[in-house]
């Protein structure tokens, strides 16, 4: 399930080869609250030897497309890391971007702990991002679903509208679009 609003963020992150693994560090997706992935955040912070967070706007994301903002985002994080001998990033492989040296490992974020380390940092500073947008755009719920398609969430675009923060291509939103565009009533699944 697809955000509907806000950027995309990636972080990377240096590990030192000799540090303890942080207890409950895994895929972020899998670290149950809020809270946890705050207190992981910031444990691995205080060990990292360099963390970088990079992000592509909703603009971008509209303009280039969801997996090459996603990469653009990496690209910004890898950049403030630097130097690095090795990237290892997550996912499918990547063509044509300026990576510097790199591997990609299809669910490196459930296999490579640094990788999971960088999917907290990176999810953390999005959830934060999305809460301080939700303060001048209430009504969307960001504070509590940080953009994803909830039925509040899809609710509010129906009733308040769709805001500059709200990625123009995707699910409801796009639906919503398109039936004003053709004057039709909304197209939005309920």
């Given at each position: 399930?697809?955000?509907?609003?806000?950027?995309?963020?990636?972080?990377?992150?240096?590990?030192?080869?000799?540090?303890?693994?942080?207890?409950?560090?895994?895929?972020?997706?899998?670290?149950?609250?809020?809270?946890?992935?705050?207190?992981?955040?910031?444990?691995?912070?205080?060990?990292?030897?360099?963390?970088?967070?990079?992000?592509?706007?909703?603009?971008?994301?509209?303009?280039?497309?969801?997996?090459?903002?996603?990469?653009?985002?990496?690209?910004?994080?890898?950049?403030?890391?630097?130097?690095?001998?090795l990237a290892?990033?997550?996912?499918?492989p990547i063509?044509?971007?300026?990576?510097?040296?790199?591997?990609?490992?299809?669910?490196?974020?459930?296999?490579?702990?640094?990788?999971?380390?960088?999917?907290?940092?990176?999810?953390?500073?999005?959830?934060?991002?999305?809460?301080?947008?939700?303060?001048?755009?209430?009504?969307?719920?960001?504070?509590?679903?940080?953009?994803?398609?909830?039925?509040?969430?899809?609710?509010?675009?129906?009733?308040?509208?769709?805001?500059?923060?709200?990625?123009?291509?995707?699910?409801?939103?796009?639906?919503?679009?398109?039936?004003?565009?053709?004057?039709?009533?909304?197209?939005?699944?309920?």
């Amino acid at each position: 399930m697809a955000c509907l609003a806000g950027p995309v963020v990636a972080a990377a992150v240096i590990m030192p080869a000799a540090a303890s693994f942080i207890a409950g560090v895994r895929d972020s997706k899998l670290v149950p609250t809020r809270e946890e992935r705050e207190c992981l955040a910031r444990e691995i912070r205080a060990v990292a030897l360099a963390v970088g967070v990079g992000r592509a706007s909703v603009r971008e994301i509209d303009r280039l497309n969801i997996l090459r903002a996603t990469h653009l985002a990496m690209q910004r994080a890898l950049v403030l890391v630097l130097p690095y001998d090795l990237a290892l990033i997550d996912g499918n492989p990547i063509r044509g971007l300026e990576l510097g040296s790199h591997a990609e490992i299809v669910d490196g974020d459930a296999k490579i702990y640094a990788i999971a380390c960088a999917s907290i940092v990176a999810k953390v500073a999005r959830d934060r991002l999305m809460v301080r947008l939700a303060a001048s755009h209430p009504g969307y719920g960001w504070e509590r679903n940080v953009g994803y398609p909830t039925p509040e969430h899809r609710d509010a675009l129906r009733h308040l509208g769709v805001t500059s923060h709200h990625r123009r291509d995707f699910g409801t939103v796009r639906l919503l679009r398109l039936g004003e565009q053709l004057g039709l009533p909304d197209l939005s699944p309920g």
